[in-house]
């Protein structure tokens, strides 16, 4: 579509207003969910929380163009908007924290973020920091060598983009040319080291080349700069023509986690500077200015997030603790003596994408 004065960027990028209002509410209900958990973390619910907070935006972007159930994602711990664009519910992000026997990631075996399920084509991550990123370009290989129609996506965080591991992945993704999205959500900080005494020449982006891909620096506060960006590698992907990095530029609104204090290493001024660059109030002007959010549908998007957390609270709460006579199960390839034989997870029922 041409763009003109009056029409909207959303618009321009084929996105139906019922597009945009379903990526607003995404971040809403992102937000919702990691707020909820950290009054959970906070009551003795759960053992500790990383927050997504301040990475809505790009999260929900660059998730937007993948295909639930076609294409595969392999998040990192911070992917609570992530993986629920891609299909998790409030409930099973919940219920993992919680460690329930019935978790879709692991069946409370995993740590608190470390989202996953195979229902929903979202390999779990594992706690050393940039693996997942192999796993993705392994699900690439595997979808060139067979010929099917897949596009992998990975995140991980500026700090994470120095690892071994993702330099190993983007070196290989680029000589095979494999169909794969790398998504670095730089938010400035590696836990509690900086931008400029981690990554040499402060990007991450300006890497792609070398490694024969597009590397591109996006606003991660502008929802549509990082939902173009996803989308033109996602095409990119699917013609054969390989891998994409993207780095969004994002902010932490929270300490690294629950068991960080930011105020530590941070100027107070700068964490309270880091309110006005919130992607979902800046999300929600820009649809105000073009009329696509209203106050009305405001207050009706607001009450149905309110209302899915509550219940998606309540429910995961409800469900049963794990039996430490099963805790063989699901860890290992093969059952051992009392171990029971491993049974596949399912997907938590009643819960709302």
């Known amino acids: 579509m041409a763009r003109t004065d009056t029409t909207p960027r959303h618009a321009e990028l084929g996105l139906t207003d019922e597009d945009v209002l379903g990526m607003y509410r995404a971040m809403l209900l992102a937000r919702a969910v990691d707020e909820r958990m950290w009054l959970m973390q906070r009551a003795g619910k759960i053992a500790f929380i990383i927050s997504g907070q301040g990475h809505e ?102 700090g994470t983009a120095n690892q071994g591991e993702v330099h190993e992945a983007m070196n290989f993704a680029g000589v095979h040319r494999l169909p794969v999205i790398f998504v670095c959500e730089n938010n400035g900080y590696a836990i509690s080291v900086p931008l400029d005494r981690q990554v040499a020449g402060g990007s991450v982006a300006a890497r792609g080349a070398g490694y024969g891909m597009p590397g591109v620096e996006v606003d991660g506060g502008d929802v549509l700069a990082c939902y173009a960006a996803a989308k033109e590698a996602h095409e990119r992907a699917r013609r054969g023509e390989g891998p994409s990095l993207i780095e969004a530029k994002v902010v932490r609104l929270t300490s690294h986690s629950s068991d960080d204090d930011q105020r530590r290493y941070r100027d107070p001024a700068e964490v309270e500077q880091l309110k006005e660059l919130d992607p979902i109030p800046r999300f929600a002007n820009e649809l105000r200015a073009g009329g696509t959010l209203t106050d009305e549908v405001e207050e009706r998007l607001r009450a149905e997030v309110k209302a899915e957390v509550n219940d998606a609270s309540k429910r ?38």
Do not use: C
């Open 316 to 353: 995961a709460e409800a469900r049963p603790e794990p039996n430490i006579e099963e805790a063989h199960e699901r860890v290992y390839a093969e059952p051992i003596p009392g171990g029971g034989t491993p049974v596949p997870l399912e997907p938590i029922e009643g819960g709302t994408h």
């Open 57 to 158: 935006g790009a999260q929900v972007a660059t998730a937007w163009p993948m295909r639930p159930k076609q294409d595969w994602m392999a998040p990192f711990y911070r992917s609570i908007a992530s993986a629920m664009t891609f299909g998790m519910t409030a409930e099973d992000i919940i219920t993992a924290h919680l460690a329930k026997a019935d978790d879709v990631s692991s069946g409370g075996r995993q740590m608190p973020g470390h989202y996953g399920g195979a229902p929903y084509n979202i390999v779990s991550l594992s706690s050393p920091v940039g693996t997942q990123v192999l796993h993705a370009v392994g699900i690439a290989m595997a979808a060139w060598v067979k010929g099917d129609d897949v596009v992998a996506m990975t995140q991980f965080g500026e």
